[in-house]
């Protein structure tokens, strides 16, 4: 088994004791240095797998030694210790590349933390590669999107907050879970929350947990989603939609790593890291006083841009046939193939929703070709991203089906619609005595709709 080493970088003998000590019964080797000089020295001599470093050095400080370790060892991840308080140091150290950062007085399980997450980047994964659909399913052979991998591939490496801006549809969430999967959190949980889909009276509860009891309603103790992504990664999709009241016990939850629970005295301390996304202009909100500046300083440590998909045309039939043949899988049915003159009209789509709407059409088309074969004209192209409905169609061909009336006051329209196509397709199935190729006709739809149909209702 390697020998696990680490620098330590302090000019106070005391704190370099405590820290060796510390990391000496974990089972790794230390080297000290007091200075900088010194630490480049060692460095460059022994290679450590991790170094830790004081802020405030006799020549200089560990901002410096940050951005040497980016040009000479970028391998060897690097945490700063900073003075209490001090988070716009924090984020100027996470900003030059530190993995992580930890306050004095040090917190021995905080920093044992720290190091273990540190130490598991320098153990190669076996079967990892750079530009496989296991690293994130992150598809495409385009400029941008091998600028995107790569970009993702070293943010995993830092537990600094990441700020993900994109379109809707873009595959924001999908970028953050690769940053997730390659990084030393991976074996944890990553926990991906919709903000603008939490009504505000339940936000707290929803993300700091509650104890029973603590209100009407509260049956029993909720962890919440802070403390079930201990030791993962909390993604905040859309938190531009946060209310600032919300905003405020947020970016205390973030900078005190510690969140408490609804109807709690005590605070509960986590460990995890933020990945945050939205669609919106989020310094044109800060402008607007609807998003607070501190929070967005705070989980906009580093920025991370997802191209459109008009933006990577030359990706479009790769992740096409990837859609198809996911598509193919789920719904137990053969794949479809793309025609070029199909493909040629998908690269000329300006595509407003990205490819979310890819999927969409292509689903749909899935449902409607011929002989496992999606030409041009099956592609329904800047109308309704709804896959296709049964009851056009079975109003106009199953003469069986009876004339249902629409139920007065409030229906759920998409229950509704549902009942009757079910309704339709179980008439044709008695009809045909179970025979889907003859129901597919009866009903004047294809054999694959069919199928896709009866998938997606749950009549199998």
Known sequence: MTTQTALIVDDEPDIRDLLEITLSR????????????????????HKPQLCL????????????LVHWIQQNAPCTPVAVITAYGSMDTAIESLKAGAFDFVSKPVELPRLRELVN??????????????DTEDSG??????????????????LARSQAP???????????????????????????????????????????????????GSFTGAVENKPGLFRSADGGTLFLDEVADLPLPMQVKLLRAIQEKAVRPVGDTKEVPVDIRILSATHKNLPELVQEDRFRQDLFYRINVIELSVPPLRERA??????????????????ECDAA????????????????GNVRELENILERAFTLCDEDVIDAGDLHLGGSMAPPSL?????????????????????DLEGYLESIERQAIEKALEATRWNKTAAAKRLGISFRALRYRLKKLGME
Request: proline share 6%; net charge negative; hydrophobic share 35%.
């Open 26 to 45: 974990m089972g790794i080797t230390t080297y000290t240095a007091p200075d900088l000089v010194s630490a480049r020295d060692l460095l460059q001599q």
């Open 53 to 64: 470093t004081d802020m405030n050095l006799p020549d200089g400080n560990g901002i410096e």
């Open 117 to 130: 997450s540190a130490l598991k980047l320098s153990q190669p994964r076996a079967g990892e590669s750079e």
């Open 137 to 154: 399913l992150l598809l495409g052979d385009s400029p941008k999107i091998r600028t995107l991998r790569n970009q993702t591939r070293k």
């Open 162 to 212: 990441v700020f993900i801006n994109g379109e809707s549809g873009s595959g924001k969430e999908l970028v953050a879970r690769m940053i997730h999967l390659q990084g030393p959190r991976n074996e944890g949980p990553f926990i991906a929350v919709n903000c603008g889909a939490i009504p505000s009276e339940l936000m707290e509860s929803e993300f700091f947990g509650h104890k029973k």
């Open 314 to 331: 030359d990706d479009i039939a790769l992740l096409a046939n990837h859609i198809l043949k996911r598509i193919a899988q789920e719904y």
């Open 337 to 352: 193939a793309l025609t070029t003159a199909a493909i040629d009209r998908l690269k000329g789509y300006e595509f407003p």
């Open 391 to 411: 009851v056009t169609s079975t109003a106009s061909n199953a003469n069986e089906t009876e004339n249902t009336p629409v139920p007065e006051g409030e229906i």
